[in-house]
């Protein structure tokens, strides 16, 4: 499974670049907008030129990160099978009933969330695309059987240091692009932005009023992981109003140690998860030695919420952003 909170992130603006789309008959070359549907599209993706004859019709999931975007596009009924965990909480009925209907081939994982899947079951489905890569499955071993492999921007190998909404509106078009639904994508991004913005305009003037830490935390003891400038956590604090007591630290996610996070004391707390039991999230933060030092403790100013509202950027962090505001309110002190 790709909800692992030490993944490497890139910008999706630098990462989805469309390349060149040429339809027969000496159609557009590289460099030139691209004309869905009319030929063989290039497009890059994690730095690796991924080309498609025509736009995709049968897609495997193997990661729940693109689930919101083919939704949108109305392009969901071509996935023909899912592997990893599709918690409902993250979807409406309309979308639930979609991915309820897509046949599961596994959601076995390792003890790091990692997915554990076969190729030949993968190759079995013969799939156009795959979205999401898993450790045995990576872009060489898909396109030696003919199978193009599409990964989230946030999930590559390179990054760079920060990342903003614009990187969730990027992946709509680029997915728009790719399935050639570039009206239904643009319809999308406005609504992304309306929303975006209808929380700006509550919590504008708010900033600095109030602190804030976005955590994985590890359930039964062990490492701790706190989001720099490098993740979506940080502009999601920023558009609720929040500032990151990390927003010094360029990192994506990185180890913090208990003292660490006691010195910075955010007032308030958003812990992230893959699986499991909430409660037992919350209590690997409460429980640590000193926590009652916090002002997100001993406030009870915490909020659980599963790793996909936060990363990668998707349509779900909007959600994510709305949940953070609900939950606390704007960035001032109530």
Do not use: W
């Not at 789309?21 to 009319?38: F, L, R, T």
């Not at 002002?295 to 919420?305: C, F, K, P, S, Y």
């Amino acid at each position: 499974m790709r909800g692992s909170p030490i993944l490497p992130a890139v910008s999706g603006l630098a990462a989805l670049l469309v390349l060149a789309a040429c339809g027969a008959g000496g159609g557009a070359g590289v460099g030139a907008d691209p004309q869905p549907g009319d030929g063989p599209l290039t497009v890059t993706n994690c730095g690796a030129e991924v080309t498609f004859d025509r736009p995709p019709e049968r897609v495997v999931l193997l990661s729940s990160a693109a689930v919101p975007f083919l939704h949108e596009l109305g392009v969901l009924d071509r996935v023909v099978a899912r592997a990893g965990q599709y918690p409902a909480e993250y979807y409406d009925e309309p979308t639930l009933a979609e991915v309820d209907e897509i046949p599961l081939l596994t959601d076995k994982t390792d003890t790091a969330g990692h997915l554990q899947i076969s190729r030949e079951v993968v190759i079995a489905q013969r799939p156009d695309v795959v979205l999401g890569g898993v450790d045995n499955l990576d872009r060489q071993t898909l396109a030696s059987a003919g199978i193009a492999l599409l990964e989230e921007p946030a999930m590559c190998d390179a990054g760079l240091p920060a990342v903003s909404f614009d990187d969730v509106y990027a992946q709509m078009q680029f997915y728009g692009t790719v399935f050639d639904r570039t009206d239904e994508a643009a319809r999308a991004v406005v609504d992304l932005r309306e929303r975006v913005d209808a929380v700006a305009a509550t919590t504008d003037g708010a900033a600095g009023t109030r602190t804030a830490a976005v955590l994985y935390p590890t359930v039964g003891g062990g490492v701790t992981y706190a989001y720099g400038t490098g993740s979506m956590a940080h502009p999601q604090l920023e558009a609720a109003g929040l500032t990151n007591v990390f927003g010094d630290v360029e990192d994506r996610v990185f180890e913090v140690t208990r003292e660490e996070l006691i010195g910075r004391n955010p007032d308030v707390l958003v812990l992230l998860y893959g699986d499991g039991d909430p409660q037992l999230v919350e209590d690997a933060v409460t429980s640590l030695p000193g926590a009652s030092g916090m002002t997100a403790v001993r406030e009870g100013n915490i909020l659980v919420q599963l790793f996909n509202f936060t990363e990668p950027p998707t349509p779900l962090s909007v959600v994510g952003l709305e949940r953070i505001v609900e939950r606390f309110g704007t960035g001032t002190t109530p």
